[in-house]
Nanobody
């Protein structure tokens, strides 16, 4: 059974940075992605990393600002977020699945989420 635990969220001023972590257990997945939800049910894709070869995908809105990476030895995926703005305020979720893609529909396992709040 795959389990995902996010950490690293919090309150930060606009222009600041945060690094989110997603600790994984179980290895029945190929990719790990970050999604976010502001108030509402829709999950917005942020970034994904292919576990074995390190390929990455980003939403256009975060390219050059956010960086996803993985540490295979620690079974952890990171999301480095820089120059944050108020519109980045959301609950951020990591998700794992057997397809390397942007759609939340292909991710089977989800963490509980971590709140990121950017104050202006």
């Amino acid at each position: 059974q795959v389990q995902l635990v996010e950490s690293g969220g919090g309150l930060v001023q606009a222009g600041g940075s945060l690094r989110l972590s997603c600790a994984t257990s179980g290895r029945s997945f190929v990719s790990v992605a970050w999604f976010r939800r502001d108030p509402g049910p829709e999950s917005e894709f942020v970034a994904a990393v292919e576990w074995n070869d390190g390929r990455t995908l980003y939403a256009d809105s975060v390219k050059g600002r956010f960086t996803i990476s993985r540490d295979n030895a620690k079974n952890t995926v990171y999301l480095e977020m820089n120059n944050l703005k108020s519109e980045h305020t959301a609950v951020y979720y990591c998700a794992a699945g057997v397809v390397f893609a942007r759609s939340p529909l292909v991710y089977t396992y989800w963490g509980q989420g971590t709140q990121v709040t950017v104050s202006s």
